[in-house]
């Protein structure tokens, strides 16, 4: 069966400072992989999201980044964060073929830039 | 554009209680999934619906997929606490590639 896991589950950091997010699928080859934001009582916005790797795509302009260095490896950056970049992170996953739509996502990271 | 609408956005009942959330679109969906999603936490998948006039049963849980796939619906009975969260309706974008459209979300709080 298949798994995916990303961490860390909470994260506090300051205004101007790195961040790092990873993600990880197991029990599956070539995944589609995804990256979401849920801002506090509002629905999921996509980030970015990647069909193989090296292969990313951005759905929307902002302060981070996503990079796939391996099959199953989706990592989602920033340089300098913004007070805007806190909220719910999710890391989530796909069959890359058309097997059908089905999205499993990640237990999820809580980022809270102060 | 594709959109999936959900209604309501928020429910409170008590225990025991039946209730019902929808989930509806202009737009035909080739598939629809349900996720439930709590605090805190990643949104679980609960279901997929794949034929037009398909119902599904998930112990209290009943989904249906509408004949026209424009829209679903998810029917509770006999609530439980347990069964408080964020329900989620979600389908593919008919334009292809490799997107998914999720509905805003029906937050159910069942009180004890």
């Known amino acids: 069966s298949q798994t995916i896991h990303q961490w860390p589950a909470t994260l506090v950091q300051p205004v101007g400072s790195p961040l790092s997010l990873e993600c990880t699928v197991e029990?599956?080859?070539?995944?589609?992989l995804y990256w979401y934001r849920q801002a506090a009582g509002r629905g999921l916005q996509l980030l970015f999201y990647?069909?193989?790797?090296?292969?990313i795509s951005s759905e929307v302009p902002q302060n981070l980044s996503a990079s796939r260095p391996q099959d199953r490896q989706f990592i989602l950056s920033s340089k300098k964060l913004l007070l805007s970049d806190s909220g719910f992170y999710l890391c989530?996953?796909?069959?890359?073929?058309?097997?059908?739509?089905?999205?499993?996502f990640g237990e999820g990271s809580w980022l809270t830039v102060v | 554009t594709q959109l999936l609408e959900q209604s309501p956005q928020f429910l409170s009942i008590q225990e025991g209680e039946n209730l019902t959330v929808y989930c509806n679109s202009s737009?035909?969906?080739?598939?629809l999934q349900w996720y439930r999603q709590e605090p805190g936490e990643g949104p679980v998948l609960l279901v997929t619906?794949?034929?037009?006039?398909e119902v599904k049963k998930l112990k209290r849980l009943t989904f249906q997929f509408g004949d026209a796939r424009k829209d679903s619906s998810l029917h509770i009975t006999a609530a439980q606490p347990g069964d408080t969260g964020l329900y989620l309706c979600?389908?593919?974008?008919?334009?292809?590639?490799?997107?998914?459209?999720f509905g805003a979300g029906t937050r159910l709080f069942v009180k004890a």
């Open positions: 990647s069909v193989g790797i090296g292969q």
């Open positions: 989530a996953w796909r069959f890359g073929l058309s097997s059908g739509n089905t999205i499993y």
């Open positions: 619906v794949v034929t037009g006039g």
């Open positions: 029990g599956t080859s070539n995944p589609n």
């Open positions: 979600a389908g593919p974008r008919n334009t292809g590639g490799f997107k998914t459209i």
């Open positions: 737009s035909v969906f080739s598939s």
